[in-house]
């Protein structure tokens, strides 16, 4: 069993799990109609899509083998 081998695959699948969940986090976030400030833009979901997507992209860096793993025992 190539324990690299898998575990380039996790991050590969994870990663990309986590970038679909931020897009459809974002698609189908609730508005309220009548919000039209600039504030509406920050809000508790808005964080969790970029740090979904930052995890994710992290990931699949990591699987790619862009970004090196550490050495595993």
Do not use: E, W, Y
């Given at each position: 069993?190539?324990?690299?081998?898998?575990?380039?695959?996790f991050f590969l699948f994870g990663g990309a799990i986590l970038v679909a969940i931020?897009?459809?986090?974002?698609?189908l976030r609730r508005r309220a109609p009548d919000r039209t400030s600039r504030l509406a833009l920050v809000d508790a979901t808005?964080?969790?899509?970029v740090l979904f997507a930052a995890?994710?992209?992290?990931a699949i860096l990591v699987g790619?083998?862009?970004i090196?793993?550490?050495k595993i025992r």
């Amino acid at each position: 069993m190539n324990i690299a081998a898998i575990a380039h695959r996790f991050f590969l699948f994870g990663g990309a799990i986590l970038v679909a969940i931020a897009l459809l986090q974002l698609r189908l976030r609730r508005r309220a109609p009548d919000r039209t400030s600039r504030l509406a833009l920050v809000d508790a979901t808005v964080v969790r899509v970029v740090l979904f997507a930052a995890v994710g992209i992290l990931a699949i860096l990591v699987g790619a083998g862009v970004i090196p793993m550490t050495k595993i025992r």
